[in-house]
């Protein structure tokens, strides 16, 4: 486990005028020198100076950030400079106000012993703490292009910056003494992904902590600074890092503590200045599956720094119920798993369709957007917006099919979602439940939004069949349009999951009938030669195709049949011919009458014998004798069989499924409704009174 910081740009541990750096005094200092044992860490000699006792005396002391004045162009990305100082000031009061700039940074552009372009940072004051310091050194964290100056002399350049100072006024001085100062180390942090000067998180185990140990050091001979500390559970960081150095291995996890990054200009504590650079912070990782970084704490950032978390590889990178709240722009990539809690993020910007943050929870009271999907079309599923006050929750710029499974929407804003795609079509899908969102189309493209719901008809007999059907021309549907057709389950039930409720339906629903006839599968399917009997009922009432053995290899005139049963009488039966039979052969269609088998009458074949490929139906007149039997073990129940009893066979027949249909029971038919929530229908059975059962009926 590894924390790492750039080496100090200036240990000041020497008399100011020998450091390398040194680069000019000013104002007026009683004196310049060296102190044993006066900085922090502790070291053998260190740098101090001190101001005349006198009132209204302004003293500091300036160093160059590179030698030669080398200069910095910051107008692409800034630098931070960190800098601990430990004043004694007897008295608080000999030191002005933060208004009067009781303690002050400048940062200067160009060159000169000392150059007259600056900006000067008021950063403490007899009426803020940095002022009353002499128990410690205080941090000061200044981004180099920060604009909340407090004063500009002459034209400040950012693409020429060169050095820095710390200066005091005492104005307000009461009594006599001079003022102090002991700097301690300063350093100048890159805030960038790509730069090794930017601080670091690395190493297996690697954990915040890692960051405290390190600058606040074990005791105060290795302290090396106090912009990095720890309050119980709680950890301050003043500057923007990295997880991972992408070369070597990185297991990073913030143990649930909460972290958190200072608050710039606080008008009662200016210490920090920063723009939305200074405190970015970065996944950084291997493309390795041993890279890891695991969340579950609290991030609370007081700018609006960056977090780019946008990994896509093998890295794996994952949430459980950690808090973001306060920063800016949140990239996330597809290494990313888990659920989070995204508060005032401005926004959060799925960066790839693989982003898999389900269950989580996005605010924002602030931007114009909780969560940006510019990758293009994906799924989102348990998903909360919340407080987007008169904002949009989601922006989607990118036509295609999104899934929304379960995802609430409170409704707080100008609308729940923005699309500003300029062709095509963006159609939304409303899954499981949720909110149906309303849309605000900025672009030229189309939005059509569907609430996927399920419509169930239930209480039918396994394989009866059943259809559903538009009963009005309303949105893309057309009376008559056929909604399903399917054969009933095991359970009874015909059903679809995914039909698309469209808005134009609303607000009275789309109208539909819903019908089945009591169909059924059989309850037996026997195959016999010659009185060898197998049991193919299973086969019958399957999809596959071929498992129906309609005929054997090499049949025999009136000793090979096929026989279909079923509990209840029935008139008609369907049966699914997947290889034709041919060479010329007759099939008759027979009925068990008490005592024998006897040839059906009214019988139309559409199978033509088995001959006809394809689902087709065998019809006949309903016999007045019809009794029950046992076959193979299987029954009793009503019997017919297809008897071979002519010809000869070239290909054998085979088929793949049948059905009967059952006259017990009148069709059902209902005139229903599909709402938003779905349609369930318990279909209910009129006895056929016309129709003739057994007596036990």
């Not at 291997?286 to 890279?291: E, G, K, M």
């Not at 009488?569 to 369907?574: G, I, M, N, S, V």
């Not at 019809?626 to 010809?647: E, K």
Request: charged share 15%; hydrophobic share 40%.
């Amino acid at each position: 486990m590894t924390f790492v910081l750039p080496t100090a740009n200036n240990a000041h541990n020497v008399d100011p005028n020998l450091n390398a750096r040194f680069l000019a005094e000013i104002g007026s200092l009683s004196s310049v020198d060296e102190k044993d044992n006066g900085n922090l860490p502790l070291s053998d000699v260190a740098g101090q100076w001190h101001t005349a006792g006198v009132a209204g005396t302004v003293g500091g002391i300036g160093y160059e950030f590179q030698a030669s004045q080398a200069a910095w162009d910051l107008s692409s990305d800034t630098k931070v400079l960190l800098w601990q100082n430990q004043a004694n000031v007897p008295n608080r009061i000999q030191v002005g106000t933060i208004a009067q700039g009781g303690y002050r940074i400048r940062v200067y552009s160009g060159t000169g012993s000392m150059p007259t372009n600056y900006k000067e940072f008021h950063v403490g004051g007899n009426d803020s703490p940095a002022a009353s310091n002499v128990s410690g050194q205080f941090p000061f964290s200044i981004d180099l292009n920060d604009i909340s100056e407090d004063l500009e002399v002459g034209t400040f350049d950012n693409t020429d910056v060169t050095s820095y100072a710390f200066v005091i006024e005492t104005q307000d001085m009461v009594g006599t003494g001079d003022s102090w100062m002991f700097p301690g180390n300063s350093f100048v942090l890159d805030t960038t992904k790509a730069s090794a000067s930017t601080p670091t998180f690395s190493g297996s185990g690697s954990e915040p902590e890692d960051a405290v140990l390190l600058v606040q050091g074990t005791n105060f001979t290795d302290k090396i600074g106090n912009w990095v500390r720890r309050a119980g559970s709680v950890i301050f960081i003043d500057m923007a890092f990295r997880l991972g150095n992408n070369s070597s291995i990185t297991t990073f996890n913030d143990n649930g503590l909460t972290i958190i990054s200072p608050v710039s200009n606080d008008t009662t504590d200016p210490r920090v200045r920063a723009t939305t650079q200074a405190f970015r912070t970065y996944l950084n990782l291997r493309n390795n599956v041993a890279d890891t970084a695991t969340f579950s704490g609290t991030w609370i950032w007081q700018t609006r720094a960056p977090f780019d978390f946008d990994q896509d590889d093998a890295a794996v990178v994952t949430f459980t119920n950690p808090t973001f709240r306060g920063m800016g722009a949140f990239t996330l990539g597809s290494s990313i798993t888990g659920p989070a809690t995204w508060d005032d993020v401005d926004p959060v910007i799925f960066a790839d369709t693989g982003v898999d943050v389900d269950g989580s929870t996005f605010k924002n009271q602030n931007g114009s957007h909780a969560l940006e999907m510019t990758a293009g079309a994906m799924d989102i599923a348990t998903m909360r917006f919340e407080d987007y006050a008169s904002a949009h929750a989601i922006l989607i710029d990118t036509a295609g099919t999104y899934n929304f499974d379960n995802v609430f929407f409170d409704q707080s804003g100008t609308n729940d979602i923005e699309t500003t795609h300029a062709t095509g079509t963006v159609t939304i899908n409303i899954l499981n439940g949720g909110t149906v969102p309303t849309v605000t189309e900025t672009g030229a493209g189309a939005v059509v939004i569907n609430v996927i719901v399920t419509i169930n008809v239930m209480n039918v007999t396994e394989g009866t069949s059943v259809t559903v059907i538009a009963n009005e021309t309303v949105g893309t549907l057309t009376t008559g349009d056929v909604i399903f057709n399917l054969f009933a389950d095991a359970s009874g039930v015909a059903q679809i999951t995914n039909f698309a409720y469209e808005s134009a339906f609303n607000p009275s629903g789309l109208d539909v009938v819903a019908r089945a006839r009591n169909q059924g599968i059989s309850s037996a399917v026997i195959a016999d030669d010659n009185g060898v009997f197998t049991d193919e009922t299973t086969e019958g009432n399957s999809t596959a195709a071929g498992d129906m053995n309609l005929l054997p290899t090499t049949p025999v005139v009136n000793q090979d049949r096929y026989v279909f049963g079923h509990q209840d009488q029935f008139t008609r039966l369907k049966v699914n011919v997947s290889t034709a039979g041919t060479g010329g052969f007759t099939i008759t269609w027979e009925y068990w009458n008490g005592l024998s088998f006897t040839a059906l009458s009214g019988v139309t074949d559409g199978t033509s014998s088995f001959s006809v490929l394809g689902e087709n139906i065998i019809s006949f007149t309903l016999p007045g004798d019809w009794a029950t039997s046992t076959i193979n073990s299987q029954g009793p129940f009503y019997y017919i069989r297809a008897a071979f009893t002519a010809g000869s066979v070239t290909i054998t027949p085979l088929g793949r499924k049948c059905t009967l249909d059952v006259t017990r029971y009148l069709p059902f038919v209902s005139n229903t409704v599909v709402t938003e929530a779905g349609l369930t229908v318990a279909a209910t059975w009129t006895v056929d009174s016309i129709a003739k059962f057994d007596d036990s009926d």
